[in-house]
């Protein structure tokens, strides 16, 4: 390092980012302390501060620190600090900061009502940040935010928010390209209207009853979780999608045609009938299909799914490559009747691959020639995996249809496998 010039070794150590790593630096040599206000990224690991020494606060290291750099365009902070500390820091790193990601870890503080300035109120100070992210956040009052124009992602991790809250945040950052509010309670109602949005992940705790829409018309990737009544419009560009509800009930869902789709995937312990067949309708032309839906039915009641006739289905999903099927709906596919429409012409021209969960013993036999049919028809399928899931039965006909599913195995072990 010695024999390169200086400007060399400042390019080097420009690549440094652990704040640890940057305060030993300092203590090199002059030549490597006169490097530090290139550093363009700093990260404060959760523990920097354990054994701190001497009188300085943690808030007025990294103060020191960073005013030393001329132009920081990352900071990542995951050790503690306080809303006086943030303040201070983007006074002095704001106008150059592109990218900022908090621990804030203010969910379960006392007094963080009282706390003045608030940790989401500083944040406006840094108006040219393209990203952030924030981790265990309250939001309980709307931040005081100006528009942050150019903020293109937006990451919320583990949060308490009022409706108002949000819809201020969203607000205020007006062209978004990336969302993601993962892990986040007290929603019960939430609009996202925003215009350049491609990528958007929603994860809602709670009794999964929350109401969700969307206008975007650039939105290309989108998953729902927690929600009962979804209603997002402009889908022209929308190529993936993805509906879950672990908690609660998928009462309505309300899209325009789904042109582009290409993986559509549905989960949940109990979806109305209507809104199952509604997605299955707009999703006609989807190439990568996940239905992992348990029962149907409008209220508590859960009911098994009606009967789904095979030769339609396919007929109507013809661009259909993989099909990721769990017990509900391949139990509706192997009705009385569902392979009564079977002609000699009928083929499904495009699916590669089948995976097929089994939970139950009962109509072994529908089920075995659903599954000799998907063999006999499927002229490309080239993978077909059946799962065999905690079925249960005191009957001797689980232990029959087991060994039937071996067989059929056994004959087809080129394609089928036995997980």
């Given at each position: 390092m010695e024999?390169?010039?200086?400007?060399?070794?400042?390019?080097?150590l420009?690549y440094?980012?652990?704040?640890?790593?940057v305060?030993?630096c300092?203590c090199?040599?002059?030549?490597?302390?006169?490097s530090i206000?290139?550093?363009r990224s700093l990260?404060?690991p959760?523990g920097?501060?354990?054994?701190?020494?001497g009188s300085?606060?943690?808030?007025?290291i990294v103060?020191k620190m960073?005013s030393?750099i001329?132009?920081l365009?990352?900071l990542?902070?995951?050790?503690?600090?306080?809303?006086?500390g943030l303040a201070?820091?983007?006074t002095?790193?704001?106008?150059?900061?592109r990218y900022?990601e908090l621990r804030?870890?203010?969910?379960?503080?006392?007094g963080?009502f009282?706390?003045?300035p608030?940790?989401?109120?500083?944040?406006?100070?840094?108006k040219?940040?393209?990203s952030?992210?924030?981790?265990g956040?309250?939001?309980t009052c709307?931040p005081?935010?100006?528009?942050?124009e150019k903020?293109k992602?937006?990451?919320i991790v583990g949060a308490?928010?009022?409706?108002?809250?949000?819809?201020t945040?969203l607000?205020a950052c007006p062209n978004?390209t990336?969302?993601l509010l993962l892990?986040?309670?007290?929603v019960?109602?939430?609009s996202i209207?925003?215009?350049l949005?491609?990528?958007?992940?929603l994860d809602f705790y709670?009794l999964?009853?929350c109401?969700?829409?969307m206008?975007?018309?650039?939105?290309?990737?989108?998953?729902v979780?927690g929600?009962?009544?979804?209603?997002?419009q402009?889908t022209t560009?929308?190529?993936?999608?993805?509906i879950?509800?672990?908690a609660?009930?998928v009462?309505?869902?309300d899209?325009d045609?789904?042109?582009a789709?290409?993986s559509?995937?549905?989960r949940?312990v109990?979806?109305?009938?209507g809104?199952?067949?509604s997605m299955?309708?707009?999703?006609?032309?989807v190439?990568?299909?996940?239905?992992?839906?348990e029962f149907t039915?409008?209220?508590e009641?859960?009911h098994p799914?009606?009967?789904?006739?095979?030769?339609?289905?396919f007929?109507n999903?013809?661009?259909?490559?993989?099909?990721?099927?769990?017990?509900?709906?391949f139990?509706a596919l192997?009705?009385k009747n569902?392979?009564?429409?079977?002609?000699s012409?009928?083929?499904i021209?495009?699916l590669?691959?089948v995976v097929?969960t089994?939970?139950?013993?009962?109509?072994?036999?529908?089920k075995m020639?659903t599954?000799?049919?998907?063999?006999?028809?499927?002229?490309?399928?080239?993978?077909?995996?059946?799962?065999v899931?905690q079925?249960?039965?005191n009957?001797s006909?689980?232990?029959?249809f087991?060994?039937?599913?071996?067989?059929?195995?056994?004959?087809?072990r080129?394609i089928?496998r036995i997980?």
């Amino acid at each position: 390092m010695e024999s390169l010039p200086d400007a060399i070794v400042q390019y080097i150590l420009s690549y440094m980012n652990n704040a640890r790593d940057v305060a030993l630096c300092n203590c090199v040599s002059k030549r490597w302390k006169d490097s530090i206000p290139y550093i363009r990224s700093l990260i404060f690991p959760r523990g920097s501060f354990d054994n701190l020494t001497g009188s300085d606060t943690p808030d007025e290291i990294v103060l020191k620190m960073i005013s030393l750099i001329e132009r920081l365009e990352s900071l990542v902070v995951y050790s503690p600090f306080s809303g006086a500390g943030l303040a201070s820091w983007l006074t002095v790193i704001g106008p150059s900061l592109r990218y900022l990601e908090l621990r804030m870890d203010n969910l379960g503080e006392q007094g963080i009502f009282n706390e003045c300035p608030s940790k989401l109120d500083c944040l406006t100070a840094a108006k040219s940040l393209e990203s952030l992210k924030l981790w265990g956040v309250l939001m309980t009052c709307s931040p005081k935010w100006d528009i942050f124009e150019k903020l293109k992602n937006l990451e919320i991790v583990g949060a308490r928010v009022e409706d108002p809250a949000l819809s201020t945040v969203l607000r205020a950052c007006p062209n978004l390209t990336k969302l993601l509010l993962l892990g986040v309670d007290g929603v019960v109602a939430v609009s996202i209207e925003l215009p350049l949005l491609e990528q958007c992940k929603l994860d809602f705790y709670g009794l999964g009853n929350c109401s969700f829409s969307m206008n975007c018309p650039k939105i290309e990737v989108l998953e729902v979780q927690g929600c009962s009544w979804i209603r997002v419009q402009k889908t022209t560009h929308l190529r993936n999608l993805s509906i879950a509800n672990t908690a609660g009930r998928v009462y309505m869902v309300d899209f325009d045609k789904l042109v582009a789709l290409e993986s559509l995937s549905i989960r949940g312990v109990q979806w109305c009938w209507g809104a199952i067949s509604s997605m299955l309708q707009w999703a006609s032309e989807v190439k990568h299909l996940f239905m992992k839906v348990e029962f149907t039915g409008d209220f508590e009641t859960l009911h098994p799914f009606p009967e789904v006739d095979f030769v339609d289905f396919f007929n109507n999903h013809p661009r259909l490559q993989s099909f990721d099927i769990h017990g509900a709906m391949f139990a509706a596919l192997c009705q009385k009747n569902s392979l009564k429409n079977v002609d000699s012409e009928f083929v499904i021209p495009c699916l590669e691959e089948v995976v097929i969960t089994v939970r139950s013993p009962l109509n072994a036999e529908q089920k075995m020639s659903t599954l000799e049919s998907l063999l006999k028809y499927g002229k490309n399928l080239k993978s077909m995996v059946i799962k065999v899931l905690q079925m249960k039965s005191n009957h001797s006909s689980a232990d029959d249809f087991f060994d039937e599913i071996c067989r059929f195995t056994c004959m087809n072990r080129k394609i089928v496998r036995i997980e």
